[in-house]
């Protein structure tokens, strides 16, 4: 194993703890986490342009004053003519120069005049003469010499003809603008350390602020169970988002409720359903066990009585788990196109056969033409079926009559009978489970037909109408958006 892989494989370990640690995955830690990265990134940045621009502006102001300096110098120098003097160089001591470092080069690049507070390095001058005579402008050079840091600008010195006669060098030490850049990194380091000290403390604060209502929030809801579904996010004076997400958290809390209470009537309708007819069977039974004198013709009566409330009890069983299938169960809503004229032809043969048997008259009509939805056929017949049949089981004479057509990519399915009706004030009523009208009471059935047919009218983005009164027949109208 080689030492790569030796240092790596602690690292690994050491990034999978922290990063399994359940503090570096709270919404607190991140906050912190990236805040602190994000302030410090800005301060480094804002503080990095500030020290740029402030070591620019002092570069600036010293090379255009050292190039004002060494002008004057070019000025003065090419006043005296082809040769340079002792005098001439005596004007470079003057109060106007002093600080500055002067050398003077004549046309051939040798040193004529220079201060007595620098000597330049022989190879740097042969340079700079170089330079001047190539560029034949001004240029700016950084010289170290000793412990001084220089800033040296060369100038062509010309003749009235524009001739070159010489070179100027006027430099001056940089070593205070160094020191005073220094000082400032200090300075800004310090700063840095001492704002990004307030941005955590101020992260910290604010931090506490943003957990501490989802922590309120977190312990409530934790105290909520099945048997305090009542229970509600008590909403305090939080910020408009945790306001909002506890108030959406009281709705889903308001709809569990309502479902739990809806199914807990539900498994009570059932029993109902199935408490009754098993009494009779029990009954039925016990009775005939006691009788000492039950004959075989009694026996059979029994049997008979008995096998008709099995048979009622299977009949809300499978209407139940029909009911569950069709609102729990996704895979029943495997669709495909299908053609509804064709659907409903074949479903109106065998209605009319039904029809035909009560001595009523039964209609099928069919307006227009293209009845295709996206839906199963197995699950739209079945809700179908079920208001056909119950259009034909409570009409005892005039007609039940089946009408398709179709209208602004909607179709719809008519069912309109002149049967008992519905009492108005058991319309709203007549899709809940187990829900039977009071003058159907005494006609066998489940209660279960209605909802089922809802439910899956509705699962294929469908609705259903319903219109009646008492005694003059009932109309069902069923919606589905057209498929293309």
């Known amino acids: 194993m080689d030492i790569k892989t030796k240092l790596s494989k602690p690292f690994v370990e050491w990034a999978t703890k922290l990063r399994d640690n359940p503090l570096f995955s709270t919404l607190k830690f991140k906050f912190l986490f990236w805040n602190i990265i994000l302030s410090v990134i800005s301060i480094a940045f804002i503080l990095l342009v500030f020290f740029e621009t402030t070591q620019y502006i002092l570069y600036s102001q010293f090379n255009s004053n050292l190039l004002y300096t060494a002008n004057e110098v070019s000025s003065i ?62 240029s700016v050079f950084t010289q170290k010499i000793g412990n001084q840091h220089l800033s040296l600008i060369s100038i062509p010195i010309l003749n009235k003809f524009g001739d070159l006669t010489g070179v100027a060098i006027v430099g001056n030490s940089i070593t205070i603008i160094h020191n005073t850049l220094h000082t400032l990194l200090i300075v800004m380091f310090f700063m840095a350390l001492i704002f990004i000290f307030i941005v955590v403390l101020f992260t910290f604060y604010f931090s506490d602020k943003i957990t501490d209502p989802l922590s309120d929030i977190t312990s409530q809801i934790v105290s909520i169970t099945g048997f305090n579904l009542n229970q509600r996010i008590r909403t305090k004076n939080y910020d408009r988002e945790f306001n909002s997400m506890s108030e959406e958290f009281n709705k889903l809390l308001d709809r569990l409720e309502k479902t739990f209470e809806r199914e807990k009537n539900f498994i009570n309708d059932v029993a109902h359903e199935i408490k009754t007819p098993l009494a009779i069977i029990n009954g039925e039974t016990e009775l005939s066990l006691r009788d000492k004198n039950t004959n075989i013709k009694s026996y059979k009566k029994m049997l008979e009585a008995n096998l008709y409330q099995s048979r009622k009890i299977e009949k809300v069983l499978n209407d139940v788990l029909s009911l569950a299938r069709v609102e729990y169960n996704t895979s029943s809503y495997i669709t495909e196109k ?49 208001i056909l049949a119950n259009s034909l089981k409570y009409t005892k004479d005039g007609f039940v009559r089946l009408s398709l057509y179709k209208n602004s990519k909607k179709i719809f399915i008519e069912i309109e009978d002149t049967g008992i009706g519905i009492k108005t004030e058991d319309v709203p009523k007549i899709f809940n489970r187990f829900y039977r009208a009071s003058n159907v009471k005494k006609i066998e059935g489940s209660g279960l037909g209605l909802s089922i047919s809802k439910s899956i009218i509705e699962g294929y983005k469908g609705s259903i109408l319903v219109e009646s009164q008492a005694s003059l027949g009932t109309k069902f109208t069923i919606i589905l958006p057209e498929f293309k």
């Not at 001595?359 to 079945?382: A, M, Q």
Request: hydrophobic share 40%.
């Open 338 to 386: 299908i053609d509804l004229s064709n659907l409903l032809s074949n479903m109106a043969s065998d209605m009319k056969i039904i029809a035909e048997t009560k001595k009523i008259n039964f209609e099928y009509i069919v307006k227009g033409k293209g009845f295709y939805v996206f839906s199963n056929k197995e699950n739209l017949s079945k809700a179908i079926f079920n």
């Open 77 to 138: 120098v090419g006043h005296s003519g082809s040769t340079i003097g002792t005098n001439q160089v005596s004007q470079f001591h003057n109060k106007n120069f002093i600080g500055y470092f002067i050398v003077i080069l004549n046309s051939n690049g040798h040193v004529v005049a220079e201060s007595n507070n620098i000597k330049l390095n022989a190879s740097f001058i042969s340079d700079v003469f170089t330079a001047v005579q190539s560029k034949d402008n001004s």
